[in-house]
């Protein structure tokens, strides 16, 4: 018996293979390459003062620069996991979870939209900064400004569908954000690099001689 492998294992895409990097390239683009957003981002979050954007005062100043992406994924400030862990006795912090949802077809068959959303946690306690500013509202300006109309690898470009203000209880509010992205050729899987890609597969290859004798 022979069997014909490459009708039995395909290289293939789907747009949800690609999340995994979209959501590195992301958190990347926030959180280290776009400086000095980047670090006022990280104060938002971490600092849980009223003066927390004041960089005259630098006691915060070590904690902000050792404040990796790794850290700030390891501590729960960025998740993708749509939970909210709270550990005992744990400091106040913002949070800011990333979803990818509502995969739908475009008029194009080689890409699919996708819905990427930010939703930002933050305790209505510390809520209210100084000049009368909000801390999830600033948080959203810094991910809007940083990610609208931006160019990003595997997800083209995404654009600002809008916004609305999320109350999860009587501790714990703040701002979703989504915007619209258009996923492409990137999200294509190839387990072998011999075997031929999705657009190359024709007819022939989906016959009912899987197996030879």
Not at 44 to 61: M, R, S, V
Not at 136 to 159: E, K, V
């Amino acid at each position: 018996m022979r069997f014909v492998s490459h009708k039995l294992a395909q290289n293939f895409k789907s747009s949800f293979m690609s999340c995994g990097k979209d959501q590195q390239t992301i958190w990347k683009r926030l959180f280290i390459e776009s400086q000095p957003y980047s670090n006022k981002l990280k104060r938002l979050l971490i600092i849980n003062t009223p003066d927390c954007l004041d960089e005259t005062n630098k006691q915060w100043d070590s904690r902000i620069e050792h404040a990796t992406l790794k850290s700030l994924h390891e501590q729960n400030y960025i998740r993708a996991v749509p939970k909210l862990p709270f550990g005992e006795h744990e400091e106040v912090k913002a949070y800011i979870m990333l979803e990818f949802d509502s995969f739908i077809p475009t008029e194009n068959p080689e890409y699919r939209d996708t819905v990427i959303s930010f939703t930002i946690i933050c305790h209505l306690d510390y809520w209210e900064l100084e000049d009368y500013q909000l801390r999830p509202h600033l948080i959203a300006g810094y991910i809007d400004g940083i990610l609208n109309n931006s160019r990003l690898t595997g997800i083209g470009t995404l654009q600002f569908l809008g916004a609305s203000q999320v109350v999860l209880n009587e501790y714990l509010g703040g701002i979703n954000l989504q915007y619209v992205a258009t996923h492409g050729h990137d999200d294509e899987e190839a387990i072998d690099p011999q075997l031929p890609s999705p657009e190359k597969l024709g007819d022939r290859d989906y016959g009912s001689d899987l197996v030879v004798t």
